[in-house]
């Protein structure tokens, strides 16, 4: 192992037990980091603390420093190579990471969440002799930081997700994107800024096609209005894109050098008709985005009264309860309403009732609001104002927008996730005709 990596392994670990050590603010910016990083994930074991850790020392804030800075100005006796080095780990990023070779002291990885690839090397000889057992094809959770210009370090545990097949890898990246939502394209910030340019999009798409940035309907109209609105959407983009809406289905396979069967296949993955899958794959050449399907969750159909809220940073929020909380809000006494507790503790608890609409109804409603929650939280002091920042941050809500679900993925993903769906489709069919078999006679 070479001299470099075997300076970073000292150092890396000096700068562990340095945010581990500290005291005051740094401490606390260390615990409340971790702790938030983890109630977000589903694995609480050593490694995804590790990973939560490491993460802190790439990614986090103590006042206008990053831990990186601040062990470096702690440090005097460190070398300007040494201070070089480390602050160079500010270039850092989660992946999943295909191994696509196997090299005498390191990897040949491409991340898949953007199909960029690295040259990335262990710093210890224990974890390369570990990490020599893996083979091409596997994939690692991890976090890579810069080495120099042209090679990496792993500069987290990795967690081994083995050889995936698509719908497994299709999950693991579900849950890459909940876990690390604000590291979704860590290295690729022109992806990054071409998914919230579609977030962006999808709001003007919203506001033209229902004309209203709040509305209220019940839940059975509203599952109409979605697919017609998707009409519209895949109307505007193959309008976009140049697609003539005349050419035959025939025509347009041709051009997009697929076959019948591959059409129908992915028409009936994505709920569509033949004739439009076959011009979304034609547009497939000149994408680069795509737009995710919308899927209208089951208990929304049967709702009563759904409200959307849209927003052109936060997206779209989908509220099945959101007149009950005004009328609880606006109500004499809300303590008197039949299941006043449990909707408080939905409206802190849900993730999808974000900061956004919290602001909002303290916009629209800050007496009531601030009345109500020093009643519930049992805290006759609470101040909207200053507090409420506090109180979302505790249940978990981002102050600022995260990429929404409805930005637009990398080609590369869309494809992925849609072949998941046609494997796993024709798995339940197989499935389900050995079943049917089964019971003739």
């Not at 004499?332 to 602001?359: H, Q, S």
Request: charged share 30%; net charge negative; hydrophobic share 40%.
């Amino acid at each position: 192992m070479d001299e470099l990596l075997k300076r970073s392994q000292a150092l890396k670990l000096a700068l562990t037990d340095f945010v581990y050590d500290a005291e005051g603010e740094l401490a606390t910016a260390l615990e409340s980091f971790v702790a938030d990083h983890l109630a977000k994930s589903q694995a609480k074991d050593r490694k995804h603390r590790d990973l939560a850790v490491d993460t802190f020392l790439g990614q986090g804030h103590v006042g206008d420093q990053t831990p990186l800075q601040c062990f470096v100005e702690s440090e005097a006796g460190l070398s300007e190579r040494d201070r070089t080095l480390v602050l160079g780990w500010s270039r850092n990023f989660a992946g999943l990471f295909l191994i696509q070779q196997v090299l005498p002291d390191g990897f040949k990885v491409m991340n898949w969440l953007t199909t960029k690839t690295y040259i990335a090397k262990p710093i210890d000889e224990a974890t390369l002799d570990t990490m020599m057992k893996l083979t091409p094809g596997e994939i690692l959770l991890t976090r890579l930081a810069a080495l120099d210009d042209e090679q990496w370090i792993f500069f987290s545990p990795y967690v081994q997700l083995g050889k995936l097949g698509k719908p497994k890898l299709a999950v693991a990246i579900g849950n890459f994107k909940q876990n690390y939502r604000s590291e979704l394209y860590g290295d690729a910030p022109e992806l990054l800024e071409e998914a919230w340019k579609s977030v962006e999009r999808y709001h003007q798409d919203f506001l033209d096609f229902f004309e209203t940035e709040e509305l209220t309907l019940p839940g059975y109209q509203l599952s109409k209005k979605i697919p017609e609105f998707q009409d519209f959407l895949t109307q505007r983009r193959l309008d976009e894109a140049g697609v003539d809406r005349d050419k035959s289905m025939a025509e347009l396979a041709q051009e997009a050098g697929v076959s019948d069967e591959e059409i129908a296949e992915m028409a009936e993955a994505m709920g569509m008709d033949a004739e439009t899958a076959a011009k979304m794959m034609t547009d497939k050449a000149a994408a680069k985005m795509v737009t995710p399907q919308i899927e209208l969750p089951p208990d929304l159909k049967k709702a009563e009264q759904v409200t959307i809220l849209a927003h052109p940073r936060w997206g779209q929020m989908l509220l099945p309860n959101h007149n009950q909380f005004i009328d609880l809000l606006q109500a004499e006494n809300w303590t008197a309403i039949a299941g006043a507790d449990k909707l408080l503790r939905n409206y802190l608890e849900r993730p999808e009732i974000n900061t956004f609409v919290w602001k909002r109804l303290a916009k629209d409603y800050p007496t009531q609001l601030q009345a109500v929650l020093r009643e519930f939280l049992q805290q006759p002091d609470f101040d909207l104002a200053q507090d409420l920042p506090d109180l979302l941050r505790s249940h978990q809500k981002p102050l600022e927008p995260e990429l929404p679900e409805i930005a637009s993925v990398p080609l590369h993903l869309h494809n992925l996730f849609q072949e998941a769906l046609a494997e796993v489709s024709k798995s339940k069919a197989k499935e389900k005709k050995k079943s049917v078999k089964g019971f003739q006679r």
